[in-house]
């Protein structure tokens, strides 16, 4: 469905930009890319491996409107995902998540809206649901205003839809990169913040290829939810630093013990499908009559039990530390 088509990807320099435009480049033939991002060494860094003629670089931020009108002009296809995703940093520099991640988010709806792009997915996190920090809650702003961007576009033809999964293994930022580091500098001891913490696990193959799907399978409106597993942060050292000593050094500010996709309230606008969870918007929209258990592929979902909620502690799929271990080794080959 991206063959001859025009898409921009905010963010589109960070680990998830870059595997979607390498995934993207192996399997389209796409009219136009376009790399929408303020960091210009990084621009510069992709370019070097990036480089077919369908490439364009543009530098600029979500917080600035005019320069998103003007890099959506012509384009089909928004992949939003430029956010200030580091949950310390969110907690002490509030003011300017709040910025990147709220206000950019209306940004780029009013200049998705107004250049008649027909398809918007925004990418979300697990911390979005029932949030207790700063980086959640702004995620969760983020959703709402690009569920209810469909009820603003009206009869335009742009719908949004948003992609929320877990942490993704081995991204920049995340704790992999952390832990081959203390074992690269001979590090004895690896710190842990709780011995009981799960988190879901997901990879960027698997996070582009959700994305991807989400975009044929989107009437606009719905938060989708792939099924993917858990794992615990111990069997995490265990399978990447398994010589190193695990000492438990608490919870950093913001962080949650366990983490959660689909909270127990949503359970009644949620539906089952082969390989996801669709959360169906609680908002009625003017402009569209939806039933949202058939998705645009047609295929059919089922309502979850009302007791339901989609926990990385609960959750009946969780990787061993062998099965870590070989992901690990998969990601590094």
């Known amino acids: 469905m991206f063959d001859g088509k025009s898409l921009l990807i905010t963010g589109g320099t960070g680990s998830f930009g870059r595997h979607f435009i390498a995934t993207l480049l ?8 376009v790399v929408f991002s303020r960091d210009e060494l990084k ?8 480089n077919a003629p369908c490439m364009r670089y543009f530098l600029g931020d979500v917080r600035d409107p005019e320069r998103l009108r003007t890099a959506m002009r012509g384009v089909d296809y928004v992949i939003h995902a430029a956010a200030l995703k580091q949950v310390p940093a969110a907690e002490y520099n ?24 027909s398809r918007v997915v925004a990418l979300s996190t697990d911390k979005a649901a029932s949030p207790i920090n700063l980086y959640g809650a702004t995620k969760l702003l983020s959703d709402k205003l690009f569920v209810a961007a469909n009820n603003i576009a009206g009869d ?21 990169p952390f832990f081959r580091k203390l074992l690269a ?24 290829a959700f994305v991807m799907a989400s975009f044929a399978r989107m009437h606009g409106g719905e938060v989708f939810v792939p099924k993917i597993p858990s794992i615990r942060i111990v069997d995490l050292a ?22 959660l996709m689909v909270p127990l309230d949503d359970a009644r606008m949620t539906l089952e499908f082969a390989d996801h969870f669709t959360i169906q918007p609680s908002v009625r929209f003017t402009s569209m009559d939806v039933d949202f258990a058939v998705d645009a592929t047609g295929e059919r979902g089922q309502p979850v039990a009302e007791t339901f909620e989609y926990r990385s502690d609960t959750n009946p799929a969780f990787l061993d530390v062998g099965q870590i271990h070989s992901l690990h080794q998969g990601l590094q080959g």
Not at 43 to 50: D, I, L, N, P, R
Not at 186 to 208: C, H, K, N, Y
């Open 43 to 50: 621009q510069y860094e992709m370019q070097q491996s990036f």
């Open 156 to 176: 335009q033809p742009t719908r949004f839809a948003v992609v929320r999964y877990g942490n993704v293994a081995g991204s920049r930022g995340s704790v992999v």
């Open 26 to 33: 192996r399997q389209y033939q796409p009219r136009r890319v």
């Open 185 to 208: 500098e001979g590090a004895s001891e690896v710190p842990i913040t709780d011995a009981r913490m799960t988190r879901f696990w997901i990879t960027l193959d698997q996070g582009v």
């Open 238 to 259: 265990s399978a990447l630093v398994p010589n190193l000593a695990q000492r438990v050094v608490g919870i950093r500010p913001g962080e949650k013990l366990h983490e």
């Open 94 to 117: 509030p003011g300017e998540c709040i910025r990147t991640n709220v206000n950019g988010a209306e940004n780029v709806i009013a200049a998705a809206i107004e250049n008649g792009v």
